[in-house]
């Protein structure tokens, strides 16, 4: 009975290749890594075992000049600077029409503020894909695990080595990796709000500027003026999707 033997330094070669490519590199704590740049490529997102696509464990309020498209990282985290051009106190304003007054008078004579608007949304959804694109390429990953496995077995098979028949990684660990990078974006996405929400409130965007002494816990009454904290968030949310549709190119 014949049979091709395989040449053993290709065998011997492969196995050193699929070896080193097949060790998941699990990371006991993890790294803090620099907060995204919004010039970075989302398209190209790393695939190997570094974790380079992991969301930043911190985002940096940053407040370049409107006419920069893309912000540089920050060494440390800073407060937003004052802008250089004039904006109206809307620190008292608690509902919905002088508020709408009050902006649409504002940027329809005011393109700088348009333009730092429109770097902030851009900056924001950069991120969004960035993390997205991340996510996905945890998932090839994992994939590419199985794969890589069971090229590295039938090498093994051919050249009869035993075969470690133990999988690299479980359903459920898949699982457990996935849903702790959720919790990374979450987390990361948190800040990112909290900071766009400082930098509104330095534009004087109507309920981002709000004086705190105006927010209550419950609505608002004659007798006690003020906004209630649900219904500032709705009004909030609606303001922002206001500034998406005038400041869109």
Known sequence: MSYNTPDLSSVLA????????????????PQHQQPYTTNKNTQN???????TYEPSETINPLTPSPNIPHPKPQ?????????TFHLPNTSTITTWPPALKSIMRT?????????????LIQ???????????????????QKARVEKKK???????????????????????????????DLKVYKASKQMADAMTGELRTLQIPFFSIKQSLVLDSA???????IGRDE?????RRMLELLQDFCKE
């Open 75 to 83: 060494a440390h985290p800073q407060h937003p600077k004052p802008p």
């Open 123 to 141: 900056r924001q959804h950069d991120h969004e894909r960035q993390w997205w694109a991340g996510r996905e390429a945890l998932v090839r990953k």
């Open 151 to 181: 090229e590295l077995d039938a090498v093994l098979r051919s050249v009869g080595a035993p075969v470690d028949e133990k999988e690299i990684s479980t359903a459920e660990e898949d699982r457990a990796e996935l849903t702790n990078y």
């Open 220 to 226: 608002g009454s004659a007798h006690l003026p003020g």
């Open 107 to 119: 940027l329809s004579t005011n393109e700088d503020l348009q333009r730092k608007i429109r770097f």
């Open 232 to 236: 500032l968030a709705v009004l909030r």
């Open 14 to 29: 492969t196995l050193s290749a699929l070896s080193n490519q097949s060790q998941p590199q699990a990371q006991a704590h």
């Open 45 to 51: 997102v790393p695939e190997d075992d570094t974790d």
